[in-house]
């Protein structure tokens, strides 16, 4: 797939459409693992939105095919990254990344090596950047669909917090309360009893990478059967 046309910055979104054709498999949940893991690195916004320039898309480009045609492990990869060594704050913004043989250049578009973490929101600031009432994240809270965070200036709210509120309000304009999205926290709950039984092994053996890339990789296999079951039983009623 040639590389995506020239641009300000692209949203987490626009970045799986950008490369689902080359790697069919890429979701978002995929994208977040490899930004936890330190190996992807898209700035993000005072509100927390992540913007991904071009060289964030030529980095993650490059990470997922020595995955897939070299199964290269996260470590090794990582480690590549680092002897390349990441363009520091100080020099010029605007360059785009290298890519060479070897691999990208690890650089974002603006030239800061600094990436904010996460997120830390009121619960005003939670509601207009998720565009969600107030009742409606007093509520995402109470059935325990985002965590708060208690400071000594009140409750704050992470970027999980933010997606989640995202997806609410959008439910909500469908007539979709928040109470019924309980029902997704339960399946988690339940979900996460079996994954913990598999990674268990590596976990008791310190292998902590490796538990978290099996994670990633059993929580894509799930998404894809639940879709496939969605198919199944929407697919008739839908003509």
Partial sequence: MSSPPSRSHYSIGEVVSLL?????????????????????????T??????????????????????????????????KIQEWGAVSASEPAGGADRVDESGPVPRSADGS?????????????????ANASAELIGALARFGLIRGRETATGTVFDHE?????????????????????RMYKIAVERESGLYEQIL???????????????????????????????????GPRLG
Avoid: C
């Fill in 161 to 181: 917090a933010l997606i989640v509120a995202r997806a609410a309000s959008a439910f909500a304009e469908r007539g979709v309360e928040a109470r019924h999205l």
């Fill in 46 to 79: 005072p509100s927390g939105y992540r913007r991904f320039y071009q060289g964030d898309v030529e980095r993650l480009r490059w990470i997922l095919t020595q995955q897939r045609d070299h199964q290269m492990p996260l470590k090794v990869i990582r480690r």
């Fill in 20 to 44: 689902g054709d080359e790697h069919p498999d890429l979701t978002i949940s995929k994208i977040r693992f490899l930004e936890n893991e330190g190996l992807i690195e898209p700035e993000r």
């Fill in 200 to 234: 268990a092994p590596m976990i008791l053996r310190g292998r902590s990478e490796e538990a978290g890339a099996e994670l990633s990789e059993l929580v894509n296999l799930a998404e894809t059967i639940r879709r496939s079951l969605l198919r199944r039983i929407l």
């Fill in 113 to 129: 090596s600094a990436v904010e973490g996460s997120v830390s929101l009121t619960t005003a600031e939670l509601s207009a950047a």
